[in-house]
């Protein structure tokens, strides 16, 4: 199966590498190309994951892909994406995305990865740990069982990070908005 994968470059996203590491058909995109080059990419891909922070609206593209607007995945793709059966989309609000433009796979709602996010949803932590404990442990689980299908990976990072989540607030956060669909 070939997997394209959109990872707008970002040091604070750097914590997801880990999940398409061991993928051996992979085609990864950080940035430098146009949305009609990313579109040709898309049909010609089994599987599309798309990594990084967003909004309801879409992934954005954080100034890494020239002429593409805020942007880099947003409804222009939903007729490709539509096609795929393995989409995964893990992004802050991923889940309305996918909702509003009835699309399937696995996906995030809201999911806290800085100390900013945490506090900013009223999680005064002071012991960054946690979120790196989270952000580590989810990457990690989700890589360990990437190549299965997408209900047999969503089952085992539900109950693997969900171990994860009884001694860390932010990985019970994330995990309450982990769907497949």
Same mark, same amino acid.
């Given at each position: 199966?070939?997997?394209? !994968?959109?990872?707008? %470059?970002?040091?604070?996203? +750097? ?13 990864? !995109? /950080? ?7 990313? &579109? %040709?990419?898309?049909? +010609?891909?089994?599987?599309? !994951?798309?990594?990084? =922070? $967003?909004?309801?609206? $879409? ?7 020239? /002429?593409? $607007? ?9 007729? @490709? ?7 995964? *989309? ?5 889940? @309305? *995305?996918?909702? &509003?433009?009835?699309?399937? $796979?696995?996906?995030?709602?809201? *999911? ?15 012991? &960054? ?8 442990? *989810?990457?990690? !689980? ?23 989540? =009884?001694? +860390?607030?932010?990985?019970?956060? /994330?995990?309450? &908005?982990? =769907?497949? +669909?």
């Amino acid at each position: 199966m070939s997997t394209l !994968i959109v990872h707008p %470059k970002d040091s604070s996203t +750097n914590f997801l590498k880990p999940i398409y590491a061991p993928i051996q058909d992979k085609t990864i !995109i /950080n940035g430098g190309i146009s949305k009609s080059e990313l &579109r %040709k990419l898309i049909k +010609n891909h089994d599987r599309v !994951i798309m990594l990084g =922070h $967003g909004t309801p609206i $879409g992934l954005l593209s954080v100034g890494q892909f020239p /002429n593409a $607007g805020s942007y880099i995945i947003d409804y222009s793709y939903t007729d @490709l994406l539509s096609s795929k059966k393995e989409n995964i *989309f893990i992004w802050c609000f991923a889940d @309305l *995305f996918v909702k &509003r433009n009835g699309l399937n $796979g696995f996906y995030s709602g809201m *999911f806290l990865s800085e100390l900013s996010e945490a506090f900013s949803w009223g999680y005064y932590i002071s012991d &960054r740990n946690l979120i790196k404990e989270s952000n580590d442990n *989810f990457a990690s !689980i989700v890589s360990k069982h990437i190549h299965r299908p997408l209900n047999v990976l969503f089952e085992n990072v539900i109950q693997e990070y969900g171990v994860l989540a =009884h001694s +860390n607030q932010i990985a019970k956060f /994330n995990m309450e &908005r982990l =769907h497949l +669909n």
